[in-house]
């Protein structure tokens, strides 16, 4: 299969996160791919959440997530997670010896599984290659060194859905059980399901998860990227 154009070109993800039906703030996905990491070509992601000035004031989530990845196996070099959510704070800095198998967090060492992948890296690994339904992917995501997690994705039925330009685009439900852990997304509680476009590009048009307290949405509003852009940011 032909890889995905975006790992040529880059993109940027914008989507509108929801709680309980509340709109609660924006999630930014953006795709570097002539980025270098100690001198070796990479590919780079990064991704800021942050809550609305309205939700702000119940719970403000201020999180900023940088992903280095190698551009041949996707596999991590370095990650961090600079968390911000309610009195909550988190700063994490891991470094990937993907060859010795070991992870660098400040003055500790982690034993890593072969391939390991960051969730941002295990994100974007996801979106590589065209997917159908009955494929499995499985990856072995990692955070913060100490946490593996085998991860495997599912996908089941094709289904059509709308943005709110009522554009009908096809997708493909994916099931994945989620790597990404923190205040708000429990790990081992959440459920992830997933909204896949269906044609060579995989963007991810929505993300549903089940968190401590109800479920949490991200809808695609802005897209620039190969294939096709979109936007419906209002003003």
């Known amino acids: 299969d ?13 989507y509108e996160v929801s709680w309980m039906g509340i709109n609660a703030g924006n999630i930014t996905m953006q795709l570097f791919v002539d980025a270098k990491h100690d ?7 990064v991704v800021v959440g942050k809550t609305n000035k ?9 999180d900023v997530i940088t992903s280095w990845f190698n551009k041949e196996t996707f596999n991590s070099e370095h990650y961090i997670k600079d968390v911000r959510e309610g009195s909550y704070r988190k700063f994490k800095e ?27 890296a295990s994100m974007y690994a996801l979106r590589r290659y065209p997917v159908n339904t009955g494929d499995v992917i ?4 990692n955070s ?28 493909i439900i994916g099931n994945p059980i989620p790597s990404w852990e923190g205040r708000v997304f429990e790990k081992n509680q959440s459920k992830v ?24 949405k ?15 940011k209002k003003d």
């Open 54 to 62: 309205t939700f702000s004031i119940f719970f403000k989530v201020n």
């Open 94 to 120: 891991t470094s990937y010896d993907q060859d010795n198998r070991i992870a660098h967090v400040r003055d500790q060492k982690y034993e890593l599984p072969p391939n390991s992948k960051d969730p941002i």
């Open 138 to 141: 499985r990856l072995n995501s």
């Open 144 to 171: 913060e060194g100490k946490s593996n997690f085998p991860v495997a994705i599912k996908f089941g039925e094709l289904d059509e859905i709308s943005l709110d330009d009522d554009i009908k685009r096809k997708t």
């Open 39 to 45: 001198d070796k070509p990479v590919h780079k992601v």
């Open 218 to 232: 991200a809808e695609l509003i802005r897209r620039t990227g190969p294939g096709w852009e979109l936007n419906l």
């Open 193 to 216: 399901k997933m909204w896949i476009t269906h044609d060579e590009y995989n963007v991810p048009l929505i993300l549903e998860t089940k968190v401590r307290i109800g479920t949490m």
């Open 2 to 14: 032909k890889e995905n154009a975006i790992f040529t070109e880059g993109e940027t993800l914008e």
